[in-house]
C-alpha cells in the first residue's frame, strides 16, 4: 500500500525552488515578484521605524517630565487672610511635606517658592519662572543635577542660582557671571509697590532636555526665594516625587489626605495627559494607516503568483497526472508566494532596526543635506528625534506582514491545485 507523503515534503520545497530559481523566460520569478518583495521590504521597514520613533518620543517626553518635574504637586486651596487678601501658600509647609514623605511609595517631599520674574544680563531680558527649593532636594532633579548635561558647582548653591542653558544662551552669560531678577512685587512703600532688582552669582547651568524648561526656569536657594518673593515663613505649594510615576493617579488621594486640611493635588499626568492622549490616538491612527501599506504591498504577491501559476499550468498538469495530489499542488505554489513574504519581512525588519539604532548619525545626515533646521525644538519640545527599539514592535511587525503575506497566497495557490490537468494539456 502506497504511503501517503507528509505536508511539505521535500520534493514540494524541491519544485517550489526550481520554480523561484527559473529565469523569466522559462516562466519562473516575474518583476511582479521583485516588486512586492521590495514592497514588503520598504512596508515592513516604514512600520518599524515609525512604531520606534513613537516609541522613543513618549518616553524621551516622559523622562523629561519626570526627570524635571514633580510627580504630583499639592497646593493650597484660596483663602483670605485678617487684611482681605488671597492666599495660597502653606505656613505649616514643614509639617505637611514630612507627612506627605512618609507615604509608601514616596520617595521625597520638598517645600516650594515659585515666581516669575525678568532676568536681565549684558542688555539681554528673558522671561524667567524661579524655583526656590533647598540644595538637598534639589539633587533629587535628575535632569537638573545630571553632571553630563550640566556645568558648574552645585556646591555653591547657596550662594547663587542655576539657570537652564536656553536661558543663558538667550542672556549670553556663563558659571561666575551675575545675572539681574528683577520681580514687580518688591518693597511696599508710601507710594505703591517697587520693582525688586537683585543680582545673583550663576553657579550652575543645567539641560534638563525640554526646550520649554531650559529656556524658562531658574532654581534659587529655598531661603533667599522665601525673601525674595516676600514669602517668609511660607511655601507656594510642595513637589512630590514617587517610586513609580505611571501610578501616581492611585497615589493621589492619599497624598492629599496626608498633605492636610485645603490641600489640593495636581499630577503630572493631570498636568500632561491630554498630550499623552493624543500622541497615542496618532499612534493608533499611524499603525492602521501603515498596516494598509503592509496589505498593499502583499497583495502583489497574489499578481506575481497569478502569473507563476498561468506560466505553469503545462507542469502542473503533468505533475497531477503523476500522481500530485491538489494539496501538494498547492503547497508548492504557496511556498514560492510565502518565500517572498518571508524574504521581504526579514529584510524589512533588518533596515527598521538598523534605522533606530543608527538614527542620530542618519539625523546628523539628513540635517546636514537639508542646510539645517530640520528639527526646531522651539516647536517639537525636545532637542533630537529619538528612537527606541522595542522588540514587542518587531514582532507585531513580523506577525502582520507574515500573517497578510501567507494568507493572500493561499488564494492563488488554491486556483493551480484546482486546476483540471486535462485543460492543462488540452493545447500541448
Same mark, same amino acid.
Given at each position: 500500500?502506497?504511503r501517503?507523503?507528509?505536508?511539505?515534503?521535500?520534493?514540494?520545497?524541491?519544485?517550489?525552488?526550481?520554480?523561484?530559481?527559473?529565469?523569466?523566460?522559462?516562466?519562473?520569478?516575474?518583476?511582479?515578484? $521583485?516588486?512586492?518583495?521590495i514592497?514588503?521590504?520598504?512596508?515592513?521597514?516604514?512600520?518599524?521605524?515609525?512604531?520606534?520613533?513613537?516609541?522613543?518620543?513618549?518616553?524621551?517626553?516622559?523622562?523629561?517630565?519626570?526627570?524635571?518635574?514633580?510627580? *504630583?504637586?499639592?497646593y493650597?486651596s484660596?483663602?483670605?487672610?485678617?487684611?482681605?487678601?488671597?492666599?495660597?501658600t502653606?505656613?505649616?509647609?514643614?509639617?505637611?511635606a514630612q507627612?506627605v514623605?512618609?507615604?509608601?511609595?514616596?520617595?521625597?517631599?520638598?517645600?516650594?517658592?515659585?515666581?516669575?520674574?525678568?532676568?536681565?544680563?549684558?542688555?539681554?531680558?528673558?522671561?524667567?519662572?524661579?524655583?526656590?527649593?533647598?540644595?538637598?532636594?534639589?539633587?533629587?532633579?535628575?535632569?537638573?543635577?545630571?553632571?553630563?548635561?550640566?556645568?558648574?558647582?552645585?556646591?555653591?548653591?547657596g550662594?547663587?542660582?542655576?539657570?537652564?542653558?536656553?536661558?543663558?544662551?538667550?542672556?549670553?552669560?556663563?558659571?561666575?557671571?551675575?545675572?539681574?531678577?528683577?520681580?514687580?512685587?518688591?518693597?511696599?512703600?508710601?507710594?505703591? *509697590?517697587?520693582?525688586? *532688582?537683585?543680582?545673583?552669582? &550663576?553657579?550652575?547651568?543645567?539641560?534638563?532636555g525640554?526646550?520649554?524648561?531650559?529656556?524658562?526656569?531658574?532654581?534659587?536657594?529655598?531661603?533667599?526665594?522665601?525673601?525674595y518673593?516676600?514669602?517668609?515663613?511660607?511655601?507656594?505649594?510642595?513637589? &512630590?516625587?514617587?517610586?513609580?510615576?505611571?501610578?501616581?493617579?492611585?497615589?493621589?488621594?492619599?497624598?492629599?489626605?496626608?498633605?492636610?486640611?485645603?490641600a489640593?493635588?495636581?499630577?503630572w499626568?493631570?498636568?500632561?495627559?491630554?498630550?499623552?492622549?493624543?500622541?497615542?490616538?496618532?499612534d493608533?491612527?499611524?499603525?492602521?494607516?501603515?498596516?494598509?501599506?503592509?496589505?498593499?504591498?502583499?497583495?502583489?504577491?497574489?499578481?506575481?503568483?497569478?502569473?507563476?501559476?498561468?506560466?505553469?499550468?503545462?507542469?502542473?498538469?503533468i505533475?497531477?497526472?503523476?500522481?500530485?495530489?491538489?494539496?501538494?499542488?498547492?503547497?508548492?505554489?504557496?511556498?514560492?508566494?510565502?518565500?517572498?513574504?518571508?524574504i521581504?519581512?526579514?529584510?524589512? *525588519?533588518?533596515?527598521?532596526?538598523?534605522?533606530?539604532?543608527?538614527?542620530?548619525?542618519?539625523?546628523?545626515?539628513?540635517?546636514?543635506?537639508?542646510?539645517?533646521?530640520? $528639527?526646531d525644538?522651539?516647536?517639537?519640545?525636545?532637542?533630537?528625534?529619538?528612537?527606541?527599539?522595542?522588540w514587542g514592535?518587531?514582532?507585531?511587525?513580523?506577525?502582520?506582514s507574515?500573517?497578510?503575506?501567507?494568507?493572500?497566497?493561499?488564494?492563488?495557490?488554491?486556483?493551480?491545485?484546482?486546476?483540471?490537468?486535462?485543460?492543462?494539456?488540452?493545447?500541448?
Amino acid at each position: 500500500m502506497a504511503r501517503t507523503p507528509p505536508p511539505f515534503a521535500p520534493f514540494e520545497w524541491m519544485i517550489a525552488w526550481r520554480y523561484l530559481r527559473a529565469r523569466r523566460a522559462e516562466g519562473g520569478v516575474s518583476v511582479m515578484t $521583485w516588486i512586492s518583495l521590495i514592497g514588503i521590504t520598504l512596508a515592513v521597514f516604514a512600520l518599524i521605524a515609525t512604531l520606534s520613533v513613537r516609541s522613543g518620543f513618549r518616553a524621551e517626553f516622559v523622562d523629561t517630565i519626570l526627570g524635571s518635574n514633580a510627580h *504630583v504637586t499639592v497646593y493650597s486651596s484660596a483663602r483670605v487672610d485678617e487684611q482681605g487678601r488671597t492666599q495660597r501658600t502653606f505656613e505649616d509647609y514643614t509639617e505637611r511635606a514630612q507627612a506627605v514623605a512618609e507615604l509608601p511609595g514616596v520617595e521625597r517631599a520638598a517645600p516650594l517658592v515659585k515666581g516669575q520674574v525678568m532676568a536681565n544680563a549684558n542688555g539681554r531680558n528673558a522671561g524667567v519662572e524661579v524655583f526656590g527649593i533647598s540644595a538637598e532636594d534639589l539633587q533629587g532633579i535628575r535632569r537638573v543635577v545630571d553632571p553630563e548635561t550640566g556645568y558648574g558647582d552645585l556646591a555653591r548653591f547657596g550662594e547663587g542660582i542655576a539657570l537652564g542653558s536656553g536661558v543663558a544662551r538667550e542672556l549670553g552669560v556663563d558659571v561666575g557671571d551675575q545675572v539681574k531678577l528683577i520681580s514687580p512685587d518688591g518693597v511696599k512703600t508710601a507710594f505703591g *509697590v517697587s520693582p525688586r *532688582v537683585k543680582a545673583y552669582e &550663576v553657579v550652575w547651568v543645567f539641560t534638563a532636555g525640554r526646550y520649554d524648561i531650559d529656556r524658562t526656569r531658574a532654581y534659587m536657594p529655598f531661603d533667599e526665594a522665601q525673601l525674595y518673593f516676600n514669602r517668609e515663613g511660607a511655601a507656594d505649594e510642595l513637589e &512630590v516625587m514617587v517610586d513609580d510615576p505611571e501610578t501616581v493617579d492611585a497615589m493621589a488621594p492619599a497624598i492629599q489626605q496626608a498633605a492636610g486640611q485645603g490641600a489640593l493635588v495636581w499630577t503630572w499626568q493631570d498636568a500632561s495627559g491630554g498630550f499623552l492622549r493624543a500622541l497615542e490616538v496618532e499612534d493608533n491612527v499611524m499603525f492602521v494607516i501603515l498596516s494598509v501599506l503592509v496589505l498593499i504591498a502583499t497583495m502583489n504577491i497574489v499578481s506575481g503568483l497569478i502569473m507563476l501559476v498561468k506560466n505553469k499550468g503545462r507542469d502542473i498538469g503533468i505533475l497531477r497526472t503523476m500522481g500530485l495530489t491538489e494539496g501538494s499542488v498547492l503547497r508548492v505554489f504557496f511556498i514560492c508566494g510565502a518565500f517572498t513574504g518571508v524574504i521581504g519581512t526579514l529584510l524589512g *525588519v533588518i533596515l527598521g532596526c538598523l534605522f533606530a539604532i543608527y538614527i542620530d548619525p542618519i539625523f546628523s545626515f539628513v540635517n546636514y543635506v537639508a542646510g539645517g533646521g530640520v $528639527w526646531d525644538p522651539a516647536v517639537r519640545g525636545i532637542y533630537a528625534l529619538p528612537a527606541k527599539l522595542q522588540w514587542g514592535d518587531v514582532f507585531a511587525a513580523m506577525a502582520l506582514s507574515l500573517g497578510l503575506s501567507f494568507i493572500v497566497t493561499i488564494f492563488p495557490a488554491r486556483r493551480a491545485a484546482r486546476m483540471n490537468p486535462v485543460e492543462a494539456l488540452r493545447y500541448e
